[in-house]
Structure formats: C-alpha cells, structure tokens
C-alpha cells in the first residue's frame, strides 16, 4: 500500500542571464520550485523529490494577465495535488496516480483552470512518487519501466494498447547519450555583430548562437519562429548560412510555430514560401519535424480540420501546448499529427502511454515521433528527473536551454551544487567561475550517471539552506 504522510515544498528565485523570449513572453525571472515528498510504500517510509521553474505565459499563454497573479496560481495548483494525494491510497504507483490525476481534474474544472497549467501539480507529485518508489527498490527508472514497477495498465489509457507493458513498446535500455538541441530564441543574436557591447556577458559562457556551436560542439538546433514572414525569413536565411559554415552538412533541427496561427492554410501558405527559396534549397533536409505552430485552441479542434486531407506534402508537425491530457495524443494522431513532445511537467505517466501508442502506430507503418522539449530545465533535480525519463522513453534529440539562458546551478545553494558535480561528473562540470555547468561535448550529454540513478537524481541532497513555502 502506498500513502503520502509528510510534504514540504521550497522554492527560490533564479535569474536569467539573458533575456529568453518565447511566444508571447520574455522570461528574465522565475521561481524555481522544489517538492520532497514522504511516503509510505508497503510499510516503510521513503522521501521522494521533484523540481521545477514555474514559468509564467506558457501554461496558459494568456497576455492580459499579470505574471505575478499566474506564479501565485501555480503554487496553489501544486498545494493543491498535494493535498489530494493526502486523501489516496493505493496498491501501486500508477493506480495512485490515476487517482490523483482524476481529483486534480475535478477540482481544476471547478476553478476553471486549462488541464495543461493543473497537472503541473500533478505531474511534481507522480515525479516525487517514481523517485520514492525507484529509491525504495534501489532501481533506476528505465528498469522500473522495464519490469513495470509502476505497475502500469496502458489499456486504461489507450484502447489499442490494451494487454500489453511499457516493455513491450519501449527501448530494453535506456539512451546513453542525447543530442543537446539548442534553442535560438526570438530574440537571440546569431552573430557577434547582433550583440551590443552593453548586452555582452562575461560569465565565461558563450553567447551568440556562432559561441555557442564552438564551444559545445552543437549539430542540433530548435528554431522559433513567430509567423513575422519577413522577419523569420531573414532569421532562417542567417542561420542557414551559419550552420553550413560551422556544421557543414552535418546538423539537423526543428521548427517551434510557437502558437503564432490558427488555420493550416496561412501556415502552410508560409512554410511553402520558405520551402521554395532557392537560397534555402540545402537546409530543409536537415529539419526534423515542425512543433505546434497552431494555437491550443484550434489546433485539436474541428475548426482547424484534418491535416492529411488539407496539407497531404506537409513535413512532419507535432503537438507540445496541446498535449494537454490523457487523449490528447491520439486525437492529434487521428487528425494528422505525427506524434507529441515530452517534458515532465506534462506528466511521466501520460508520456509513457503516449510513447507506448506512437510505437504502437509505428508498428502499424505510420511514421510517429515523440520528441524531448525543454521548459528552460535547470538543477540536480528537475534536469536529472526530465534526461532520465526522455532516456528510458528512447528520445535521442532533447530541446535543452537552461544551461544557456541560466548561468548554470550558480544560484543554487552550495550543497546542491556540490552534490551536482560529486554524484553526476559525466553531466556537470566546473564552469570558469567555480560553479557547475551541463557537459555538452561535440553536441551530446553523457547520460550513464542519470541512467543508472533511481530516478535520474543520484545521491542523497541536501536541502537544508532552502526557505520553505508553507503551507504545503
């Protein structure tokens, strides 16, 4: 039987190095939350942990709303997972989240919250479960996965999944390295002559998207795009003319819509503009696939149609925002997508089930993707937690930007930050100014200590210079 008998949750503040601009919003500060969690699993306690940035304008995306009033809604959203996960009990981790999952939708319709913002509450709830359950049997997370610990009934998520186990869908062992896809933001300078002297940093990290190729070795790029046709053009001519002289044919990316449209024809009308210039001719090859270019509101919706029947030559375009619950994945198949994203804050049991259906869909001969995003993921925590479960799920290429738009763990408390580099050498390394920083080198990360970790955080963290949020 398990049963949560103690929570606390703490938070702090982090600052970006540089402005981050996506969509709507222009990120320079957020708080950065962590939840630790005591249960009781079949007769013996055991904490577990979960982290993340509460990043205002991106659960909801709504402009007309002041960031202050949406940070303080998130932090009662996850007071509010916890508090329903007091009241369960149950024989395993997936049927204790099922429950939780059903009374956290409940009272989110009831408060009139969008199911993406609400189980952002709880999604750190099942985190701090999977990292409790892994610690107490001393098994790392793709092995949980692959003896079904969790205990998982994928036919209560998807029909056609029916019979079946996570070990039948996923990889038998988990991905030792990942390609970093760096993120180039709206705003981002490409070039040293973009970066005004007054804008330049000297934290000893690169900058510009040219510093960046050099000094991590990237091949893998996310491009936002905000549907400015002439401004995105610009921006894709540039780039393409870096990625040749820095990559050679050697590079590969994906483009973010970031939400900027509401019908496939502009859209499609904008993307096949771009498709026939000559000057970009030798850089669509290289794209992997197009994320949520159509706003949440229509893009699942039938005002926005089916996109096999409306745009049959279209490249391979995923949901991320939209991916909101359970049956979001296999509504957006049905309509032409070719699969989902990833990020913990969407929740690792719908993950699972998503990755399981699109193999599932694979099998069947239609090519599906689930891909790795990032939410500017930072820390030993929330960093570790995300790689590990994208590497159990067979991602190979994961969005990866906090590293570049956060200096490192360098607000992090001490302790954190010497555990980071004493309980993950291969992942984090000392940066010029003593504090640690990712390891990307020739554009991978080196996963083999978050693998063989319970559930991506290894060692015992100390988290006694963090202030607690209270009540929890």
């Excluded at 049956?327 to 929740?347: D, F, I, Q, V």
Aim: glycine content about 6%; aromatic content about 8%.
């Amino acid at each position: 039987m398990i049963a949560l008998r103690h929570a606390e949750l703490f938070s702090f503040e982090l600052h970006t190095r540089m402005p981050f601009r996506y969509g709507i919003a222009t990120l320079t500060q957020l708080p950065h939350a962590i939840l630790r969690l005591t249960f009781e699993i079949g007769g013996v306690r055991q904490y577990g942990l979960a982290a993340d940035n509460l990043p205002p304008k991106w659960f909801t995306k709504n402009a007309a709303r002041d960031p202050a009033e949406e940070i303080a809604e998130m932090f009662q959203i996850i007071r509010a997972a916890v508090r329903h996960a007091q009241g369960i009990q149950a024989d395993t981790p997936f049927a204790y989240w099922r429950q939780l999952y059903a009374a956290q939708a409940s009272w989110a319709r009831a408060q009139g919250l969008a199911p993406l913002l609400a189980h952002l509450g709880t999604s750190l709830v099942e985190r701090a479960l999977v990292d409790a359950v892994c610690r107490h049997r001393r098994t790392p997370f793709a092995q949980a996965l692959q003896s079904n610990l969790l205990g998982i009934d994928l036919g209560q998520l998807h029909a056609p999944l029916a019979g079946s186990a996570p070990r039948d869908w996923l990889p038998a062992n988990p991905v030792k390295t990942v390609f970093a896809r760096h993120t180039v933001g709206l705003s981002d300078p490409l070039e040293s002559a973009d970066l005004p002297a007054s804008e330049r940093l000297h934290d000893g990290l690169p900058q510009t998207l040219v510093d960046c190729i050099r000094a991590y070795g990237l091949r893998h790029f996310k491009i936002k795009i905000n549907g400015e046709a002439e401004r995105d053009r610009e921006r894709l001519l540039s780039m393409a003319r870096i990625f040749a002289r820095e990559c050679g044919p050697d590079f590969a990316f994906s483009l973010d819509g970031n939400e900027s449209f509401r019908e496939i024809g502009p859209f499609a009308q904008v993307l096949s503009s771009l498709f026939a210039l000559p000057e970009l001719r030798d850089f669509w090859p290289h794209l992997l696939f197009v994320e949520q270019p159509w706003h949440r509101d229509v893009a699942l919706s039938p005002a926005i149609g089916n996109l096999a029947e409306a745009w049959p030559d279209r490249p391979p375009i995923i949901i991320d925002e939209s991916d909101a619950d359970i049956g979001s994945t296999a509504r957006a198949l049905e309509l032409g997508y070719a699969g989902t994203s990833h990020k913990n804050c969407k929740g690792i049991f719908k993950s699972i089930a998503n990755a399981c259906l699109l193999a599932h869909h694979t099998r069947q001969g239609r090519a599906t993707m689930l891909s790795g995003e990032d939410l500017t993921n930072v820390g030993p925590i929330a960093l570790t937690q995300d790689l590990a479960a994208a590497a159990a799920l067979g991602i190979t290429t994961i969005e990866r930007n906090g590293h570049h738009y956060f200096a490192g763990l360098a607000e992090f408390p001490p302790a954190l930050q010497a555990a980071a580099l004493q309980f993950h050498p291969d992942l984090f390394i000392r940066s010029t100014a003593g504090w640690p920083r990712v390891h990307v080198e020739q554009g991978r990360i080196d996963l083999a200590s978050v693998n063989a970790a319970p559930f991506g955080s290894a060692g015992e963290l100390d988290l006694s210079a963090l202030t607690a949020v209270a009540p929890v």
